[in-house]
């Protein structure tokens, strides 16, 4: 249609200002979304309650999915299970021949780390999860790399305590609702975890880069002593996550540390169990300020 | 009386014997689908990349463009404020941008006033990558280079998705004046 060379929209003074005011609306919408979004940008955590609840409400819907999900997978692997049987079968039969010989060297290296623990009288580490449940949601659309959790406050999770798949570590909870949490996955960008070399004490940081991969980032600098195919576990510093936890496996070296990919993918996590804070004390520490610490 | 096509007495909506529309359903349908749009991308586990494009927001400028009229201006505010809920980006962003696609349209739609879907194609092209460039610089991350590479599947995505959703609108269009509401 071509345009009527006119730009009043109708001769009913009513519907004018009716669209007048629609304007000014509109502009006073843009203004009020800016402030909220410096609020935000400056305190993260503003209004963070509305948004648990929010959560909260959509939860049952989409818990639904992800069990459908998650079921329907291995549904999938079932089929290709059988159509692949035979050659499996084979090479299944020869794996287990190497993991027996491996378990034994296994109970001997527990038998002595056993025997090591009791001369330095130290306790068994193993902590039990607060929560487990099922990763039901994330933030898909958005640049931030946010994951839901169907456990929440009434589960006894609690801001800052680390998630844990059986294969490793997932990320940490962020904000919690009463019946959902979220969690800031490692691929965030703003993610950045203390790690060390599985083999050895190289620690690093590992940073989300926002295109999941993960930068390692050497803490030491000098010559670079990571390979390719190294893998790197949660160094237990800064008092969040239990040391030993596997994070990422280097596949490119760059100047300053390497590339990662990250051991668990949250899309493959079945179930996740969140565990309590590694360290409280000496998270306390570390939030101290130094004046008020030297002060006293 | 037999001769007569029953159809005679209805159009596309239903009869129009004792039937009229329902003034909850023609209002309402567009604002709810964009809000359910807007919750959709939360069921796909996405933990590389930001992959699924913003459907709530794809909606909306669906509806905008698609049926000009509906939606009147200000309506970007209280819908990118649910979407803000959601999406995981800081409080306030989608409402700021909702509130300026909505005013961009406008703008556009002056500049340009004839009507065809490759004109609102065009204009959800454009709106489209500005809208995800700046949701990536207000998402209270440090923009850097990886995660503008990251987000260009996103943005073509986008784009090609913007014609199934103009048909979704359309269809929803028409459904959304069915007469079902019976009168007396």
Redesign the interface.
């Known amino acids: ?4 060379g006119q ?1 009043r929209s109708s001769y009913s003074r009513r519907a004018q200002y009716g669209l007048f005011t ?2 000014i ?6 203004l ?10 400056w305190q ?1 955590q ?2 963070s309650g ?2 648990g609840e ?2 909260d409400a ?1 939860a049952p ?2 818990r639904t ?2 069990t459908g ?1 998650t079921e329907s997978k291995s549904f999938y692997q079932a089929v290709r299970g059988y159509l692949r049987a035979g050659s499996q079968n084979a090479q299944l039969k020869r794996e287990v021949e190497i993991a027996r010989i491996r378990l034994k060297e296994a109970q001997a290296v527990e038998q002595e780390n056993r025997r090591l623990k009791s001369l330095l009288s130290l306790q068994n580490t193993d902590t039990k999860p607060v929560a487990t449940a099922r ?1 039901i ?12 959790l169907g456990a929440g406050a009434e589960d006894g999770v609690r801001v800052g305590m680390p998630v844990r798949s059986p294969r490793g570590v997932v990320g940490r909870i962020l904000e919690v609702g009463d019946r959902s949490s979220r969690v800031l ?1 490692l ?4 993610s950045v975890l203390p790690v060390r070399r599985a083999q050895d004490e190289v620690v690093a940081f590992a940073e989300g ?5 993960i930068r390692i980032r050497l803490i030491n600098l000098g010559i670079n002593p990571i390979e390719k195919g190294d893998l790197f576990v949660t160094s237990g510093a800064g008092g969040y996550y239990q040391p030993g936890i596997a994070v990422a496996i280097a596949t490119e070296i760059t100047d300053d540390g390497a590339l990662a990919r ?1 051991v668990t ?3 493959a996590a079945d179930f996740v169990s969140v565990l309590p804070i590694f360290e409280p004390a000496a998270l306390r520490g570390s939030r101290t300020p130094i004046e008020r610490e030297l002060g006293e | 009386m037999e001769r007569m096509n029953p159809r005679s007495r209805s159009d596309a909506y239903g009869s129009r014997i004792n039937r009229s529309h329902s003034t909850v359903l023609a209002n309402g349908v567009p604002y709810l689908s964009i809000m359910l749009a807007s919750v959709l991308p939360l069921i796909v586990i996405a933990s590389a990349l930001p992959i699924v494009p913003p459907l709530g927001f794809l909606m909306l400028i669906g509806w905008r463009l698609v049926r000009p009229g509906l939606l009147p201006v200000w309506a970007g505010f209280p819908l990118g404020l649910f979407d803000d809920l959601f999406s995981g980006q800081p409080l306030g962003s989608a409402a700021l941008l909702w509130s300026l696609a909505m005013i961009a349209v406008e703008v556009i739609e002056t500049r340009f006033p004839w009507r065809s879907f490759a004109q609102d194609w065009f204009t959800a092209g454009l709106i489209l990558p500005v809208y995800l460039l700046a949701a990536m610089l207000f998402s209270g991350g440090e923009p850097s280079l990886p995660m503008l590479i990251a987000l260009v599947p996103q943005i073509v995505l986008s784009i090609l998705l913007f014609p199934l959703v103009a048909l979704f609108v359309a269809f929803l269009d028409r459904k959304r004046l069915t007469r079902w509401r019976k009168l007396g």
């Not at chain 1, 009020?32 to 940008?41: K, Q």
């Not at chain 1, 691929?187 to 703003?190: G, L, M, N, W």
């Open positions: 249609m071509a345009p009527t730009r629609g304007y609306a509109a502009g006073a919408g843009a009020v979304g800016a402030i909220l979004l410096g609020l935000s940008l993260p503003f209004l509305l948004r929010a959560n959509v819907a989409t999915v992800a999900r990763l949601g994330a933030t898909s659309a958005s640049t931030r790399r946010f994951a839901y996955l691929t965030d960008s703003e880069r926002g295109d999941g991969l990250i993918d949250p899309a």
